[in-house]
């Protein structure tokens, strides 16, 4: 069961291939261990509270900022160290598709809104493509904010598998 949603104009694509099954790119998307080895931007630390892959299902987890550079800008934009984000899935089709809603409700003076993204996975050989959509945020400063800090992740993504496949 899906609950498909139509990305907005201005979406960006990020895409990546990785030196390994798309199962071992599942498993790492898509449970609490795999996630906490690459799923936030470098200088920050992730755990996850819950994790309930099914449309409808969320994922919870809190984000803590450890670097010097992003503790100054999490400061900086008013947020604690320490931030709990939810997600909600809207599609979960292993191993090719994941998609979520992410509730964006950390933005100073900004009304809470929701935020999609679709991963689609796509195995070529041993080897994985991923595709990753983003959705526009409300401005263009945290829009290009947020897809370096996703291609910073799958980046992060890429070293995770490498850990794994030695």
């Given at each position: 069961m899906t609950t498909e949603l139509t990305p907005s104009t201005g979406t960006a694509r990020i895409e990546r291939i990785y030196?390994?099954?798309?199962?071992?790119v599942w498993e790492l998307l898509t449970t609490a261990a795999g996630l906490e080895e690459w799923w936030v931007p470098d200088g920050f630390d992730i755990r996850v509270s819950e994790?309930?892959?099914?449309?409808?299902?969320?994922?919870?987890?809190?984000m803590t900022a450890t670097s010097p550079e992003q503790v100054a800008f999490v400061r900086d934009t008013g947020n604690a160290l320490s931030t709990e984000f939810h997600k909600t899935f809207t599609e979960v089709a292993p191993p090719a598709r994941l998609a979520y809603?992410?509730?964006?409700?950390?933005?100073?003076?900004?009304?809470?809104?929701?935020?999609?993204?679709?991963?689609?996975?796509?195995?070529?050989?041993?080897?994985?493509?991923?595709?990753?959509?983003?959705?526009?945020?409300?401005?263009?400063?945290?829009?290009?904010?947020?897809?370096?800090?996703?291609?910073?992740?799958?980046?992060?993504?890429?070293?995770?598998?490498?850990?794994?496949?030695?």
């Amino acid at each position: 069961m899906t609950t498909e949603l139509t990305p907005s104009t201005g979406t960006a694509r990020i895409e990546r291939i990785y030196d390994a099954p798309a199962e071992l790119v599942w498993e790492l998307l898509t449970t609490a261990a795999g996630l906490e080895e690459w799923w936030v931007p470098d200088g920050f630390d992730i755990r996850v509270s819950e994790l309930d892959l099914r449309p409808g299902g969320r994922l919870r987890y809190t984000m803590t900022a450890t670097s010097p550079e992003q503790v100054a800008f999490v400061r900086d934009t008013g947020n604690a160290l320490s931030t709990e984000f939810h997600k909600t899935f809207t599609e979960v089709a292993p191993p090719a598709r994941l998609a979520y809603l992410s509730l964006i409700d950390f933005v100073p003076g900004h009304e809470p809104y929701e935020h999609l993204t679709t991963i689609d996975i796509e195995p070529a050989g041993d080897r994985t493509n991923l595709v990753m959509t983003l959705d526009p945020l409300h401005d263009e400063t945290w829009t290009r904010q947020h897809r370096a800090h996703r291609g910073n992740e799958l980046d992060n993504l890429e070293a995770a598998i490498r850990r794994r496949t030695l």
